[in-house]
């Protein structure tokens, strides 16, 4: 049975879904200058730098952390670049309330609400000041104090558990919602689809942002669908959906805010398509130039996020040179001197994999630790950063 009424029709008609080709939402030429019509939304001095500050802390960030990457100083890392507009953009358009459940490629939302780059070293280095007490992978960060849940591994699984904390905040009746990203190659996991389904039939304040960056590690959309993206997608759970320009950093806060008074005032789930361009490997372990060519990312490097709001600010004269100078100074500075202050500090107690699981250390597990710390003991340079803390005990 369907929920609607259906058209009768006494000869075959298929269809293929190319009436549902769906718009991009613009507001900001790469000038720095709105669009003929455009009308930028309602964002102050304050927050607007609060925004291009986040941004220029995660590019930074990203630059600095993937060369220590390749010194050797980090096992793995994922970069923001060319994506920070699409992650910033909607991410200041949340109350701070809000969760936010990402992928592996949102650290500037984390910037954004507040995360420190003490933080963000702390956790790249799992050293004993990680939340997560060295037990993911780098960029794997969570900061229950603003409301980002931890990353996880497995692709899209942030996707069915955003609908289920959403239905969570429906039923208390906070006036909150959630937000989860994910790329269109997740977008192509069964959890995408039992997302949308469940948000749909129970109405949840959910808001599911595809950051379309034309890639799923070296697969071209083209490769991945055949329809016009992941937008379209929507109307198979009649759920409201908008396409946006995802380098405008104007035009993904408006449509987010507009997207957050569905989800809360009207418990609508929106679904956001990000158009963007990952300008730098998916990953340290990828390789781009294997599949893509130089000239196709200089095309993106033109488009690049962070000079089209840069030149905005500028246009208001709400920002300089000299402001960003001394931005760009003062951020890589702190960036170097806490990864210096990060990597030197010890890993977390050996008794920490073992004094959180259960509310008291149960023998079995007592057993299995002093075996731990015993073969630590006889293989001392197999283990060199505990060793220290495995010479006391049995």
Known sequence: MTTTKSKVVYSPVFTDGAEFRIPTFKLLKQDGSLYKSAKAPDLDKEKALRIYRAMITTRILDERMLAAQRQGRLSFYMQCTGEEAAVIGSAAALDDDDMIMAQYREQGALAYRGFTIDEFMNQLFGNEMD????RQMPVHYGSKKLNYMTISSPLATQIPQATGYAYGQKLAGDGHCTITYFGEGAASEGDFHAALNMAAVHRVPVIFLC???GYAISTPAAE???ADGVAPRAYGYKMDVIRVDGNDILAMYQATQEARKLAVEHNRPVLIEAMSYRLAAHSSSDDPSGYRSKDEEAVWREKDPILRMRLWLE????????????LQETMRREVLETMKRAQKRPPPALETLVTDVYDEVPPMLEEQFKNLKAHIRKHPDAYPKSAEHAKGGA
């Open 131 to 134: 939340y997560g007490k060295g």
């Open 224 to 226: 991945q669908f055949a």
């Open 211 to 213: 950051r379309n960056n």
């Open 315 to 326: 246009s208001k004269n709400w920002w300089s040179e000299s402001d960003e100078k001394q």
